[in-house]
T-cell receptor
Framework: EAQVTQNPRYLITVTGKKLTVTCSQN?????MSWYRQDPGLGLRQIYY???????DKGDVPEGYKVSRKEKRNFPLILESPSPNQTSLYFC????????????FGPGTRLTVL | GENVEQHPSTLSVQEGDSAVIKCTYS??????FPWYKQELGKGPQLIID?????GEKKDQRIAVTLNKTAKHFSLHITETQPEDSAVYFC????????????FGDGTTLTVKP
């Protein structure tokens, strides 16, 4: 089944404790992206990757890191999480970029205490 | 960069009525306008999209119209059903903007039986 998977689905952590949210797609898509969803603010893009080893900042990259060492994986790293990073996170992929259909993962609910 | 405004933020209709959600965008270079539906507890899913070379696209009960001059596009849902209840997001992007993707803030549609 073609899909985007994210892990974990739920995470409660404390300020400053490094964490990684994994994202994987099995559709051989070149483009992958991370979004955060907050009430009233819609989906805001954190980072994106046009292909392996090519990443760039979205609109809200502060406090996040990403890497794209393999085509299928695009982990999101929070090196020192803070409470304002409490949010619902979505990973997405598409064939070539956001001007094609994006396929979203199921989301990761992160709480930083 | 691109700015997308979406209205209304909430919309409640009676089953069988029509629903209309509107989005305006700022960058006249934008040429791809997708609409995503997010059901409770899930990631967004594409329901319809339109490119700037057409003014309208229809898929059964769903249609999207685009006015490039006024820089706005709308989602029309006819004969609404309770399963149409969800959060709807519009987005605007253009294929020369690399991987940037800008979404509206979302509209929560409730269809009352």
């Amino acid at each position: 089944e073609a899909q985007v998977t994210q892990n974990p689905r739920y995470l409660i952590t404390v300020t400053g404790k490094k964490l990684t949210v994994t994202c994987s797609q099995n559709m051989n898509h070149e483009y992958m992206s991370w979004y955060r969803q907050d009430p009233g603010l819609g989906l805001r893009q954190i980072y994106y990757s046009m292909n392996v080893e090519v990443t760039d900042k979205g609109d809200v990259p502060e406090g996040y890191k990403v890497s794209r060492k393999e085509k299928r994986n695009f982990p999101l790293i929070l090196e020192s999480p803070s409470p304002n990073q409490t949010s619902l996170y979505f990973c997405a992929s598409s064939l070539r970029g956001p001007y094609n259909e994006q396929f979203f993962g199921p989301g990761t609910r992160l709480t930083v205490l | 960069g691109e700015n997308v405004e979406q209205h209304p933020s909430t919309l409640s209709v009676q089953e069988g009525d029509s629903a209309v959600i509107k989005c305006t965008y700022s960058d006249s270079a934008s040429n791809y306008f997708p609409w995503y539906k997010q059901e409770l507890g899930k990631g967004p899913q594409l329901i319809i999209d339109i490119r700037s070379n057409v003014g309208e696209k229809k898929d059964q009960r769903i249609a999207v119209t685009l006015n490039k001059t006024a820089k706005h596009f709308s989602l029309h849902i006819t004969e609404t059903q309770p399963e149409d209840s969800a959060v709807y997001f519009c987005a605007a992007t253009f294929n020369t903007n690399a991987g940037k993707s800008t979404f509206g803030d979302g509209t929560t549609l409730t269809v009352k039986p």
